[in-house]
Every structure is written in C-alpha cells, then in structure tokens.
C-alpha cells in the first residue's frame, strides 16, 4: 500500500515538471525580458545608479511645418516630431539571455520619462510633453521617446515692417522640475528633413541650442534647449494682397477730377471709393494690432494717409461742383488769378474756350445798341422836301393833289418806325442781359475745369509721394532680413 503511494507521488512530481517545462517554452522571450525588467522597476524614480550623477537628455526637434502666425495674438502655431535620448542604466540586458534580443518597445506609462515642458507655450495646458506613443530601449539601456506635438507659443512680434517684415520666435523647452545638476540638454539639434514649406511665410534659419537658466517657478538653475526661428514674409503675397489693391483704389479716387461735372458722377466715385479703403483698412487692422511699446505698423500710417488723401479729394470735389454752378459775378481778384498774364491757367493742359465773347464790357454791347438803332433810323426812307413845290415835281413823284394829306401819313409811318426802334432796343437789352449772364457762367465754368486739374495735379503728387516714402522705408528692413 505505501509502495503504491509512493509511486504515484513520483509519477504526479513528473508530470508537474514536464508540464512545467511545457509551460516554460511557450513563453515568448520578449515577456520574459519585460518581466525582468520591469519587475522591480520604479517609474517615478529618476533612473541614475549614483545620486551625484547627472542624466543627459538629447534632445532633437524635427520640424514638419508652420501652421499660422498670428500678428494680433502674437503667437505662432507649429506641428512637429521630439525625439528625446537618455540612458536608463535599469533597462539594460544582455541580449544572448533573451535569444539576441537588442531592444524592446514599451508603453510610455510602464518606464521613467522627462518632464520636458515649453515654457512659452501659449495652450491652455501645462505646456509638458506628453504622448501615449511607445518608447525603444536597447539592450544598452538607452532610451528613444520620438512625440509628436502641436505648439502654441508665444512669440513677440515685430509689426512695424508689415506687410515686409521678419520675425524671430524663440521656443523654450527645459525640464518642469530637475536642477541642472540632475538632468542637463545635450545634442540638441533642429531637422528640417520633412519641413513643408508655408505659403505665406518663408523659414530662414533653424537653430537650437542648449541654455541655463533660472526659471521663475523654480529658485534653482536649470538645464533647457531655445529653438530660435527666423521666418519672412513672402513679398508677393504682401504686394498682391495688401498693398496693390489698396494703391489702385487710391489712384482711381484722382480720376475724379477728370470726370465732367456734367455726368453728375464726380461725388458717387469719390464717395464709393473712400468706403471701399475704409472697409480695406478696417479688414487690414483686424489682423495687426499696435506692439507692446504703442508703435503702430507703418502700412497703417501709409492707409490712413490714403483716406485722408481720398477725403480731401471728395471736399475738393465738392468746391468745384460749388464753383461750376455759380451765376455771381466773377470777382476781379479771382478773375486775375486764373486768366491773367501768369494765372493759375498756364499750369494745366486744358482750359476751354466756350463763353468766350468778342465783347466783354457792357459798355461796348451798349454802343453796338445805338449803332443799330441809328442804323434803323438811317435805313427809313427819306421824302423829298419839294414834294409840293410845283405841280411838275408833283407829276413827276406820282402824287396828286388828293395826296396833299402826306405829312400826316409821314407822322403815323414814323410813330410805327420809333416802336420798331424801342422794340429791337428792348431785345437787344435783354440778348445783352442773357449775354452777361451766360458769360459769367461761363467764366465760372471754366475757373472749375481749372481747378479740377490742379486738384489732380497736387493730390497725384502727394500720393506718390506718400508711396515713395512707404517703399523707402520699408527698404530699411532689407538689411536686417539678411543679417538674419
């Protein structure tokens, strides 16, 4: 009996163990090397073997492109890849253990990672990096943590040169909470590999470079890396944009001066035209806003000459409609400073010559008056004065005695020829009157053509002028975009 049960405890021992050695081989090597490794592994624990050690952190960033940059939040929105190196002398093997085995992936959670943080990040977060994405260790116990981010920092930008302007954003990363003394930025390094081109913005330089700093939430001294970014506006897109547009609406509010006061256009053009730069403006300014300092950009200054321009346009235009439409005299004074040996007229290219009159004093319209009046007298037939001389002379003129009655008939003729007389000096008054009147307009008229050309001589001036020195001063930026 005792035989029996020793013998089935022997055969129970030997099933267990070959079943335990079944068991065994069918574990995978990789459990096995994540079980030793992670077995006693504490992931809050910074992993150094000697206290006084620094750990070093490379750190790399591949830049993959620039989304927005936004003037009026001073801020610039990027996508890109961080690669961060370190040594985790606690994750380390030897691979002919574990059937060559050379590294091993594991979720970001199961081993010590950096609290690397953007200090000007501009997101609502707490600006760490942070990711789910697995990390490589190899069996030398170097870790590869590779996180993709999309930062919001703040950047401080220079505005006085838009729509030509380069600016330059710094990004810094550090450690939220290790001195220096305990983690320290190496091999830091920008890759530009995979960069997709912005279209508004041209990147021009890329570089990173390690920093020790004091940190305000923080009394010691710590270890970071500053990305600094140099980037240019296209200057296409600017011209096109932004300053074209607004330079050929300003043009054409000049070409009100040239529009007949006749067409009845003159002030809808100016007025349409001084609406569409304000709306320009307005939509302008919605993306920059004035710098810290107060300084505002130059185009603005350059806009709001142009409206000024504009609507000094408009108020001239309403002079020249007040001008051309005048009935009052023409004072001599005015009269000398357009029309006179060196009047305002010699500096146009056209002065019209309607109204003008070969008579221009009242004085000699009177005189032609009487001249036609004793024109009128001289032309009435005169009788002879021996018309009742003799009977010959009356035979001879065909009067008989019963026409002896003439002298009444002469009165009654000469009464009808002097009412003649007063009714053509009456019309030849009133054609004066008209004549005076229509001169006046006239001279009023031509006073108002004089003046619209002088209006888009001085503002053409002005307003290239006022361009000239815009493009000059943004030419002084030239020269701080290739120093950079």
Known sequence: MVSQLSCSL?????????????????????????????????????????????????????????????????????????????????????PEDYDGITEIRFPADKVWLPDTAVLNSAQNSDGLIKSDTNVVVAHTGHVLWTVPVFL?????????????????????????????????????????????????????????????????????????????????????????????????????????????????????????NLLTLIMFYTGVSSRVSSTADGRFPLISTFYFSAICLVLTSCLLTVLVLNIYHRKSPVPKLVHRLFFGRFGLHRFVWYVPVKGSRKCSSRGESSCGSNLAKHSILLSYPSLPSSLNSTPTMQRKFGVSDNSMQAPFDLQSSMRQTLLGIERVERHLKSKEDYDDEEYTCNSWQKIAIITDQLCFITLATVGVSITVGFFTAMSCNKAHSEFL
């Open 10 to 94: 022997n055969v129970a021992f030997l099933i267990t163990i070959i079943h335990c050695g079944i068991r065994a081989s069918d574990v995978s090597p990789f459990s096995r090397l994540s079980r030793d490794l992670l077995q006693d592994y504490d992931t809050d624990v910074l992993p150094v073997k000697n206290a006084t050690d620094a750990l070093a952190l490379g750190f790399v960033v591949c830049l993959h492109r620039i989304d927005d940059m936004d003037e009026k939040q001073q801020m610039i929105t990027l996508t890109a890849y961080i690669n961060q190196r370190w040594q985790d002398k606690f994750l380390s093997w030897n």
């Open 152 to 272: 919001q920092n703040s950047c401080k930008f220079n505005i006085r040169y838009v729509p030509f302007d380069t600016q330059v954003c710094n990004l810094h990363f550090s450690s939220w909470s290790y001195e220096r003394k305990q983690l320290e930025f190496v091999n830091t390094s920008v890759h530009l590999d995979h960069y997709q081109e912005h279209g508004e913005w041209e990147l021009l330089s890329a570089e990173i470079d390690a920093f020790e700093s004091m940190i305000s939430h923080n009394p010691f001294e710590m270890s970071g890396a500053m990305m600094t970014l140099a980037l240019k506006r296209r200057p296409c897109f600017g011209l096109l944009f932004i300053v074209v547009p607004f330079i050929l609406i300003s043009c054409l509010s000049l070409f009100v001066f040239l529009i007949p006061v006749e067409s009845g256009e003159k002030m809808s053009l100016g007025i349409t």
